[in-house]
């Protein structure tokens, strides 16, 4: 058994404060560094500098305001864990009450929270994410509409491209070769 800690003999060592803007900072510039040199193998660097950056990013955000309530906070952590959920979760086309069951809420509460922190309502927030990984999957890949729709946990490749006009006004394809041009691919 260890002896009680007399503090009067022994100080305690603290770890020293960081300071989250210079290790943002200085992980940027490794990240810089890093793209700049184009060694090999370098993508999981890349990937854990930019990943490390948005972290501390979000701690910075996060970190306490003396004018912010408990339910505020509150709020932040919920829409974290819905967040977290939803990158998890959104290809299986959960539906609403899904997130809200995860999270201890009632559909209605969670909606409310949403809306509160996005400014949208939890469908929205889904097929946000939908639609963003739609576009990345017709602008960065060669794969046909069809195979990006079942990637996307559609079952009917036109479902999804009933769903992609509502939210974007354009068919896919149309999109897809819109876009290709606006960015000179």
Request: proline share 4%.
């Amino acid at each position: 058994m260890f002896p009680p800690h007399d503090s009067r003999r022994t100080p305690v060592r603290r770890r020293p404060k960081i300071n989250c803007k210079t290790c943002i900072a200085e992980t940027l510039q490794r990240l810089a560094e890093e793209w700049e040199a184009r060694r090999n193998n370098r993508t999981g660097l890349l990937d854990a500098y930019l990943t490390t950056v948005l972290g501390l990013t979000a701690r910075l955000a996060a970190a306490p305001r003396a004018n912010e309530s408990a339910a505020e906070s509150e709020n932040e952590r919920r829409m974290e864990r819905f967040d977290a959920l939803l990158r998890q979760h959104y290809l299986a086309h959960r539906p609403a009450a899904f997130y809200a069951r995860e999270l201890g809420l009632s559909p209605t509460h969670l909606n409310r929270v949403i809306r509160t922190m996005a400014g949208q309502s939890v469908h929205e927030v889904i097929a946000g994410r939908l639609l963003d990984a739609a576009r990345r999957e017709l602008v960065f890949t060669r794969a046909s509409v069809q195979e990006i729709s079942f990637r996307l946990g559609f079952s009917d490749a036109a479902y999804f491209s009933r769903f992609f006009l509502r939210h974007v006004g354009m068919t896919p394809r149309t999109w897809r070769i819109a876009e290709r041009q606006r960015l000179g691919v």
